[in-house]
């Protein structure tokens, strides 16, 4: 069946250094793709998009890189910062009508001051 | 602009009980999903509301649970009877209708322990 999921499920990084959270999706008709940040007694906070159009979408100090040929999604954090310390979840939806999100497991980023 | 909230944040019931939790949509998003994770799995959908029109349900568990969105704002879920395996963070999200690539914006989640 389809599936999201993580090649890490814990990363440790020091403060300062820069994080790259991996994803794996098995579908090849995704066609959107999610960073979630979830921290501690809080509900997945959304981070950055990417369209399976693209290969690089950039943001503040995060950027995703897809891609579809290895179906493999990244997401990197410059500079990370204690304030990132968080589970980070990738997620993908097909497109179209169909609005639900898969999510993988998640990965849990520990920054050390 | 308040965000998505779900009551209650923590219930604690025994097997065979009742239980309805409640999700607030931020103010005229018209899609609403249910997702929920139970212990160490990921993520998963539930069921999605447009309005008050529950567009997918693929991800209902069994008939034991029952969503609703009357009027098209809030939304309940009842889990009757509850079994053990419904422990987990039941979250609720809402979107704007304009796409698939709306951003979902969660709430905090309601964890539900099931003795």
């Known amino acids: 069946g389809e599936s999201v999921g993580l090649h890490l499920p814990t990363l440790s990084v020091q403060e300062g250094d820069n994080s790259i959270i991996n994803c794996a999706y098995s579908?090849?008709?995704?066609?959107?793709f999610i960073w979630y940040k979830q921290e501690s007694g809080k509900g997945p906070q959304f981070i950055i998009d990417?369209?399976?159009?693209?290969d690089k979408r950039q943001g503040q100090r995060v950027t995703v890189l897809l891609n579809k040929t290895v179906k493999h999604l990244s997401l990197q954090i410059a500079a990370t910062q204690p304030g990132d310390s968080a589970v980070y979840f990738c997620?993908?939806?097909?497109?179209?009508?169909?609005?639900?999100?898969?999510f993988g497991k998640g990965t849990l980023l520990t920054v050390n001051p | 602009e308040a965000g998505v909230t779900q009551f209650p944040s923590h219930s604690v019931i025994e097997k065979g009980q009742t239980v309805t939790l409640r999700c607030d949509p931020i103010?005229?998003?018209?899609?609403l999903y249910w997702y929920r994770r139970v212990m160490g799995k990921e993520i998963k959908f539930l069921l999605h509301?447009?309005?008050?029109?529950?567009?997918?349900e693929s991800g209902m568990p069994n008939n034991r649970f029952l969503a609703e969105r009357t009027g098209g704002t809030y939304s309940t879920l009842k889990v009757q009877p509850a079994e053990l395996e419904d422990s987990g963070v039941y979250f609720c999200?809402?979107?704007?209708?304009?796409?698939?690539?709306?951003?979902?914006?969660f709430g905090p989640g309601t964890r539900l322990t099931v003795l």
């Open positions: 997620a993908e939806n097909s497109g179209g009508s169909n609005y639900k999100l898969t």
């Open positions: 579908n090849s008709a995704s066609d959107y």
């Open positions: 999200a809402s979107s704007q209708e304009r796409g698939f690539t709306d951003t979902q914006y």
């Open positions: 990417i369209r399976s159009n693209m």
């Open positions: 103010s005229g998003h018209d899609n």
């Open positions: 509301f447009v309005k008050e029109s529950k567009q997918d």
